[in-house]
């Protein structure tokens, strides 16, 4: 079957680094989105990776290892607006996206 | 108002009434997608068009039915709303001729069925 697995929450500090990590079984992956969710709010786009490697993108950055089915969301020098949930998503044969259930992350002083 | 838009913003309705939730977008973008988000779940796709009269299902189409009569517009209705169905709906855009380029998010619809 198709899946998409993300940590349901974590916590960080203000000023620190936290890694969100994505793992995804899709039969016709294609590439791999992440995107921001602020609550209450409608999800924003944040990265697309398709080939192997780490995409930097000022504080985040994005890996992907198709190999191994697994994505991270690096977010680096927190601040207290990057609180929100971070949806992972996946590409499939159906030209679908398939959709991890969020990680909300809570950022603390 | 440029970019994608949804209305009505919150909606109560009772079981059984039809429903009709409205999305417009200004940027001429071919695809147009409608979402559902749950608690505990990710976005799940309901339907999507990739053009004028052309509208496919998505992972949970059962009790939405959509058209699109022109580009801009994409209106998805419930037949005969459900309690399953109270959930926070998002119509969504992208440009290009394919379904991996960025999709842009309208701000949702909130809708509770009694």
Redesign the interface.
């Known amino acids: 079957g198709q899946n998409i697995d993300q940590p349901t929450e974590m916590t960080a500090t203000e000023g620190a680094i936290v890694q969100i990590n994505c793992t995804y079984q899709t039969s016709g992956f294609n590439g791999l989105f992440w995107y921001q969710q602020h609550a209450g709010e409608a999800p924003t786009f944040l990265s697309y990776n398709v080939l192997d490697g780490l995409e930097e993108k000022g504080r985040f950055s994005s890996f992907l290892s198709r190999s191994k089915g697994y994505s991270y969301l690096l977010l680096k020098e927190l601040q207290m607006k990057d609180s929100a949930s971070y949806l992972c998503a996946s590409t499939d044969s159906n030209y679908q996206l398939i959709w991890g259930a969020g990680t909300k992350l809570i950022i603390k002083p | 108002d440029a970019g994608i838009t949804q209305s009505p913003r919150y909606k109560i309705t009772e079981t059984g009434r039809q429903v009709t939730l409205m999305c417009h977008q200004t940027w001429s973008h071919s695809y147009m997608f409608w979402y559902r988000q749950d608690l505990?779940?990710?976005?799940?796709?309901i339907y999507?068009s990739a053009a004028a009269d052309i509208t496919d299902k998505?992972?949970v189409p059962d009790g939405y039915v959509v058209s699109r009569s022109k580009t801009e517009n994409f209106p998805l209705t419930l037949e005969s709303a459900t309690r399953s169905q109270t959930s926070v709906y998002?119509c969504a855009s992208s440009e290009g001729d394919?379904?991996?380029n960025?999709?842009?998010?309208?701000?949702?619809t909130r809708l509770t069925v009694l």
């Not at chain 2, 960025?102 to 949702?108: A, C, M, R, T, V």
Request: glycine share 24%; no cysteine.
């Open positions: 505990g779940h990710g976005l799940r796709l999507y998505g992972e998002f394919r379904v991996y960025e999709q842009f998010f309208g701000p949702g």
